[in-house]
Nanobody, 122 residues
Framework: QVQLVESGGGLVQAGGSLRLSCAAS????????MAWFRQAPGKEREFVGC???????YYADSVKGRASISRDNAKNTVYLQMHILKSEDTAVYYC????????????????WGPGTQVNVSS
């Protein structure tokens, strides 16, 4: 079991940057593939990116080149850094864990945080 809590959301101007954090408790985060998803109003939950147990990262095309996921095993925390934010990045961002394979499907992940809201103003 692992519990996840996201933080770092808020209001950001278009073109700006932000860093979201996902603090894990329970089993250590480095035993899981950790992913970020987002969900905008009226839309399905969307894969943003993930980091494997080896540290390899994978990103959705919509954020590739603008996003970076990293993990600090000592702090049991995973980060999502995003740059050049756009209005379409506005969403609730969720941290997820528990998939045994690299996957863009939310159904593969067993553990979810409550989410953190990101609003990008144009």
């Amino acid at each position: 079991q692992v519990q996840l809590v996201e933080s770092g959301g808020g209001l950001v101007q278009a073109g700006g940057s932000l860093r979201l954090s996902c603090a894990a408790s329970g089993r250590t985060a480095n035993t899981y593939i950790m992913a970020w998803f987002r969900q905008a109003p009226g839309k399905e939950r969307e894969f943003v990116g993930c980091i494997g147990k080896s540290g390899a990262t994978y990103y959705a095309d919509s954020v590739k080149g603008r996003a970076s996921i990293s993990r600090d095993n000592a702090k049991n925390t995973v980060y999502l850094q995003m740059h050049i934010l756009k209005s379409e990045d506005t969403a609730v961002y969720y941290c997820a864990a528990g998939s045994t394979i690299i996957s863009q499907s939310p159904s593969r992940y067993n553990y979810w945080g409550p989410g953190t809201q990101v609003n990008v103003s144009s």
